[in-house]
């Protein structure tokens, strides 16, 4: 198992120096002069001549993402063109803020994603089956923003139980923000854990599981689940993706100090040092995700640990 | 670049109606929360965000103040004079003057700031509104003096209007490392409690502010304890908050207004924006937009009283002149000899000039901003047989193209608080840096030299130079846009400003507010 696992480590790091790559040279055609940006209205030529020296943005490509490579392994990550202060603190500081979010809403959809698609599945009321699975759909289909929005008018603006205007600290200010992120994951799992247990309740192994007299309960979680949670755990390391790009939208609208509202604003001032760090750390964060995935195939079903 | 920042800043400077509201009983205390768009740093010597310098200046004081009608007065400077060639300035400053840790403020940390601000290792978007300055030097603890390396009309201007030449504290700098920014000490009339990474700044009241600009109501400390700024990006969040009484003092959007004006605890203030934006800009380095008859032709298309009326719901005016008539030294024979809606007339000239049969051109346009307007635009082009093709442009490629001289028509502009952003913008040797119309105009160079050389002359000048920008054209401008702020009624006191002003600093110097 160790042997497995350090295998798969060991793929990241490859993958990883192509995402720096990547994400170096998609900034270096980024268009605009980081030295005009940074001096602004008042620039003259001098003064943009002067900058883009002390910027070593005169030296050759290749020079240069060296440069970036050898800090981001370090963990230097650059200044931000407007207020100087090191992208990796400032990305460090945020971080707290949407894992919180983020692993919230994962749980939530989870919790909520896989009953109610086992519910879906089980039940013997078409009616309940079809009525869910609308709403699925619907989740499904709402942007989040427009879920975030309604929900902080009904329950901040209308009913008044939590803050209007979002932010952090307690439970209170976390159930709406988390909920609306969940939506869409939660959704997508309900369908799919519905079609993955349709799917296998009826396999031969399940009817023998039966026979032998297993209790319901067991037959459900140790025999279906386990098959079915091999196609629910590869569609929520694919969703990492969703749920991070969700958090730029539900950060904004909640007003979380998180990388979500970090990555709008880098952008909206195309402040490209902090843009860039943001691309790396989330991008790290996916390949990461992705090896836990990998990993959790392995102790799901051993064969893929052996082969 | 501009448009975001400058907004912002210009939300926070303007303010309609000079009027006082009924004054309250003077009480302390109480908490007022503001609801801002964005933050980066309270160093504003490398701050590119106009909430963050809006607060800082509320940490701060500058050496001068300015008041409405554009005079400047003694701050932390009690009298100043200049030599007669206008190289060399002198500044007698207050001794009674202590920062927040309790230090006497000296003249020397007014020559640490100004030092570490023009140094080109700082990089400051703000160094150069101050490059005439060649180095400040303290004579002794309460004289400035400033040398020059021109004579520069504008610098009472630049050293009253932004806060960014207040006084850091030096020792305090070097002690907070790279702190600096999320800490800070200066020497106005509130404190910094936190910056809450990406949520909050909290700033409270300093009670021994005692050295407020002589023409404010209120000279000695802030009424209200505390100041709280949230960060919240969503307008819709905004209003909801301003609605539920958690915001006090926001901006808000045009398109809220009328909703606002319904709820009886809010005040709805109106600003008008400074500068030029948005102008249609054209290439005069492409034929055939250095064809005067051309360009006299696309600015007698447009029928700018629709486009506010369509675009901004009513709310602003048509602009004939390179900068608004919210700015100092405006000069209204812009709106006479403006080019007026005449399609008559533009269909005319674009026959003169060899286009009877109608000329194509290439629109380069701000996506999203102005995608609406260019649309219209497109349409009274039309009208007069122009056949525009709009190419939308991000934020990000805009200034790019511009600079490089890669579009025929664009939509471009810039917020400006004083008319030397004529000489920035249009002068031939800022081409490379702005000059996006690349207008290369000898005469133009000669009056806006004069601008800056012939002190005494100047507002003659500046008037010469909006008559030959409005006369050959080489920009479009549209309208002047207004910006809106609600402000919870619980605040009293506080100033409406006309044009121009003041900052958060001296719109609420007197205010007072109601505790729930």
């Known amino acids: 198992m160790l042997l497995f696992i350090l295998r798969r480590a060991f793929f990241a790091i490859p993958v990883l120096i192509g995402v720096s790559l990547l994400t ?125 929005i309604q929900l902080n008018y009904i329950f901040g603006v209308r009913l008044g139980w939590v803050s209007a205007i979002g932010g952090v600290g307690d439970f209170k200010h976390l159930i709406l923000p988390a909920t609306t992120l969940a939506v869409a994951i939660g959704a997508t799992l309900a369908r799919l854990t519905r079609s ?112 | ?169 030096p020792e305090f700098y070097e002690e907070a490392g790279d702190q600096f920014g999320r800490e800070f000490v200066g020497v106005g009339p509130y404190v910094l409690e936190e910056v809450a990474t990406g949520e909050s700044v909290t700033l409270v009241r300093n009670p021994d502010y005692n050295w407020g600009p002589p023409f404010v109501m209120n000279q000695g400390p802030y009424h209200i304890e505390r100041l709280e700024f949230v960060i919240i990006p969503e307008p819709s969040t905004v209003l909801a908050g301003l609605e539920t009484g958690e915001i006090d003092y926001a901006a808000v959007q045009a398109s809220d207004v009328a909703y606002l004006r319904t709820l009886d605890h809010l005040t709805v203030l109106e600003g008008s924006f400074q500068g030029m934006l948005p102008a249609l800009h054209f290439n005069m380095s492409k034929a055939p937009f250095d064809d005067i008859r051309v360009r006299q032709a696309l600015n007698h298309a447009l029928d700018r ?22 700015i100092g030294g405006y000069w209204e024979g812009v709106e006479e000899i403006g080019y007026h809606y005449d399609p008559e007339r533009a269909r005319e000239l674009l026959a003169e000039a060899g286009f009877a049969d109608g000329l194509e051109l290439e629109f380069k346009c701000l996506t999203p901003t102005f995608n609406t307007l260019c649309e219209v635009i497109q349409q009274l082009f039309g009208d007069v047989g122009i056949t525009a093709n709009i190419v939308l442009v991000d934020a990000s490629v805009v200034f790019g193209d511009a600079l490089a001289g890669n579009y025929d028509v664009m939509t471009l502009g810039y917020g400006a608080s004083e008319s ?34 012939d002190i005494a002359n100047r507002d003659m000048w500046v008037n010469e130079a909006q008559r030959h920008l409005v006369e050959q054209a080489y920009v479009a401008p549209i309208y002047r846009s207004v910006n809106f702020v609600a402000v919870n009624n619980r605040v009293q006191g506080y100033l409406e400003n006309p044009a121009n002003l003041a900052t958060w600093a001296a719109f609420f110097n007197d205010a007072t507010i109601a505790s729930e």
């Open chain 2, 420 to 453: 030397d952003i004529l000489y920035r913008w249009f002068h031939t040797s800022r081409m490379g840096a702005l000059n996006p119309s690349r207008a290369a105009d000898s005469e133009l160079d000669r009056i806006l030299d004069n601008t800056r050389k």
């Open chain 2, 305 to 326: 009283q629709l486009l506010v009326d369509v675009i901004l719901e009513g709310h602003g005016r048509p602009q004939y002149g390179p900068i608004s008539s919210t």
């Open chain 1, 24 to 148: 170096f040279i998609m900034f270096q055609f980024a268009p605009g002069d980081p030295a005009q940006l940074i001096l602004g209205n008042f620039a003259t030529p001098e003064g943009i001549a002067e900058q883009r020296a002390i910027m070593g943005l005169d030296d050759p490509l290749w020079l240069r993402y060296l440069r970036f490579l050898a800090g981001a392994v370090r963990g230097d990550l650059g200044k931000s063109y407007f207020g100087r202060q090191p992208v990796m603190d400032e990305i460090l500081a945020r971080l707290p803020s949407t894992f919180e979010l983020a692993l919230s809403a994962l749980t939530l959809a989870v919790v909520f994603g896989v009953s109610i698609g086992i519910f879906s599945a089980t039940t013997r009321s078409r009616l309940a089956d079809r009525g869910v699975m609308l709403l699925a759909l619907l989740g499904i289909s709402l942007p989040n923003y427009f879920i975030g």
């Open chain 2, 1 to 169: 670049m501009y448009k975001k920042t400058l907004l912002t800043l210009g939300i926070l400077l303007l303010i309609t109606l000079l009027s006082l509201s009924p004054l309250a009983a003077q009480e302390e205390g109480g908490t007022m929360t503001f609801a801002i768009s964005s933050f980066d740093t309270l160093d504003i010597h490398v701050s590119g965000d106009g909430n963050a310098m809006g607060i800082a200046w509320l940490l701060g004081a500058t050496l001068v103040a300015r008041d409405n009608e554009v005079n400047y007065h003694p701050w932390l400077a009690t009298s100043w004079e200049t030599s007669e060639d206008g190289m060399l300035w002198t500044f007698h400053l207050r001794d009674d003057v202590t920062f927040h840790d309790g230090r006497s403020l000296t003249a020397e940390d007014f020559v640490w700031s100004i030092t570490r601000l023009l140094a080109p290792e700082t990089a400051s978007p703000q160094s150069g509104r101050l490059r005439s300055i060649s180095h400040a030097v303290a004579v002794d603890d309460t004289t400035l003096e400033v040398h020059m390396n021109d004579p520069f009309p504008l610098l009472l201007e630049h050293l009253s209007n932004t806060g960014v030449v207040q006084p850091y504290h």
């Open chain 1, 196 to 307: 993955n247990v349709l799917e296998v309740i009826h396999a031969d192994y399940v009817r023998t599981a039966r026979a032998k007299g297993l209790e319901e309960r067991l037959v459900l979680w140790r025999h279906i689940m386990r098959n079915a949670l091999i196609n629910i755990v590869t569609v929520i390391g694919l969703n990492f993706g969703v749920l991070l790009g969700g958090t730029v939208f539900i950060e904004s609208v909640f007003a979380r100090p998180g990388l979500g509202l970090f990555t709008l604003s880098a952008i909206g001032k195309r402040d490209y040092a902090q843009v860039q760090g943001i691309v790396l750390v989330f991008a790290a964060s996916f390949v990461f995700a992705n090896l836990i995935v990998d990993l959790l195939y392995g102790f799901l079903d051993p064969r893929i640990r052996y082969s």
